[in-house]
């Protein structure tokens, strides 16, 4: 079992940068493939970006390739999300997840999830 902590998030103008943080407790955390997922209000939590067991692998959704990056320490149990050229429909909560299986998109697919953490983005 592994427990998430987001942070980072915060309130930033079109074109600037956020860096998230997903901090995991518990010793398998280099078991799990890690994925960031996003959920912006009356909308579906939607896939943004995944990254597998060893990070040598990541998958990004359409919306973000090129703009955002996945990377992961597993000497620190962190998984992180850099964000640039943020645009305001980047504006959501977004959530760290973790899953025992590496490609699936779908949040079914994620058996642990942290509590999120607020991205807004002002034009």
């Known amino acids: 079992q592994v427990q998430l902590v987001e942070s980072g998030g915060g309130l930033v103008q079109a074109g600037g940068s956020l860096r998230l943080t997903c901090a995991a407790s518990?010793?398998?955390?280099?078991?799990?493939?890690m994925g960031w997922f996003r959920q912006a209000p009356g909308k579906e939590r939607e896939f943004v970006a995944s990254i597998n067991w060893s990070g040598g692998s990541t998958s990004y959704a359409d919306s973000v390739k090129g703009r955002f990056t996945i990377s992961r320490d597993n000497g620190k149990n962190t998984v992180d999300l850099q964000m640039n050229s943020l645009k305001p429909e980047d504006t959501a909560v977004y959530y760290c997840?973790?899953?025992?299986?590496?490609?699936?998109?779908?949040?079914?697919?994620?058996?642990?999830w942290g509590q999120g953490t607020q991205v807004t983005v002002f034009s």
């Open positions: 997840a973790a899953s025992s299986s590496w490609g699936p998109v779908s949040p079914r697919s994620y058996a642990y």
């Open positions: 518990g010793r398998t955390f280099s078991s799990y493939a």
